[in-house]
């Protein structure tokens, strides 16, 4: 079975500051990444996905995501967060012949200062 | 792009008694429904998987005489928390899908806060 580590629970940063959010996954065969974002008591909202081809994934809000299939590694970054990005963030993956059953890790909440 | 709708965004119910959380795919045909909880600061753990027409997949340790899904149509499912207690009290999620959609597009609904007092 697949799992997905958020190495961080939590993450304070600076407005402006850039952000990185790290997510790790195993998995014995091909799976499909996401990132979701959460806002306080809303649903998740899809940010950026990794299906296939380039490993360099552009979401929405200014993230981005690498796909390191050599560290099974997928994490998410962004150079200059905002206020509003104040959220919890999940990882999630679903195995390519799941049908969007999606496994999420812990989730990392991240308090964007002013 | 797709809408999922889910309501009642939250509820209040007082123990023992039942609550039902419907979930419907406004514009689309949702053959599979996933039903997510999530606790407090934890993150979603899915109960179970349900197609239309036909009876739900739970996940282990998910009592299904409890948390009874229904996925009648293609565009509305239902999971009833039957004599519900606090620790019940949750937030519940659901997600649509369809064949008609690409295998990677999976859409939320808005969840449902429930406390049981």
């Known amino acids: 079975a697949q799992s997905v580590t958020q190495l961080d629970s939590q993450v304070p940063v600076f407005e402006e500051a850039p952000v990185e959010l790290r997510c790790n996954y195993s998995?014995?065969?091909?799976?499909?990444l996401f990132w979701y974002v959460q806002y306080p008591n809303q649903g998740l909202q899809l940010l950026l996905k990794?299906?296939?081809?380039?490993?360099l994934v552009k979401g929405i809000n200014g993230f981005e995501a690498e796909f390191n299939k050599s560290q099974t590694s997928f994490h998410l970054r962004k150079p200059s967060v905002h206020i509003s990005d104040t959220a919890e963030y999940f990882c999630?993956?679903?195995?390519?012949?799941?049908?969007?059953?999606?496994?999420f890790g812990g989730g990392t909440r991240v308090l964007v200062k002013p | 792009g797709a809408v999922v709708s889910q309501h009642p965004s939250w509820v209040i119910c007082k123990s023992g008694t039942s609550v039902k959380i419907e979930c419907r795919s406004l514009?689309?045909?949702?053959?599979?429904m996933f039903w997510y909880r999530q606790f407090p600061k934890q993150s979603l753990m899915l109960m179970a998987t349900?197609?239309?027409?036909?009876?739900?997949?739970?996940e282990q340790g998910v009592e299904k005489d409890k948390f009874l899904i229904n996925h009648a149509s293609l565009t509305l499912s239902t999971l009833t928390v039957t004599s519900a207690h606090p620790e019940d009290s949750s937030f519940y999620i659901c997600?649509?899908?369809?064949?008609?959609?690409?295998?990677?597009?999976?859409?939320f609904g808005s969840g449902t806060q429930l406390s049981v007092l």
């Open positions: 997600s649509a899908s369809s064949p008609g959609l690409t295998n990677e597009k999976l859409f």
């Open positions: 998995s014995s065969v091909s799976v499909y």
């Open positions: 990794y299906l296939s081809g380039s490993t």
């Open positions: 999630a993956v679903t195995l390519k012949a799941a049908g969007n059953k999606l496994t």
């Open positions: 514009d689309f045909q949702a053959t599979t």
């Open positions: 349900s197609n239309e027409g036909s009876k739900a997949t739970y």
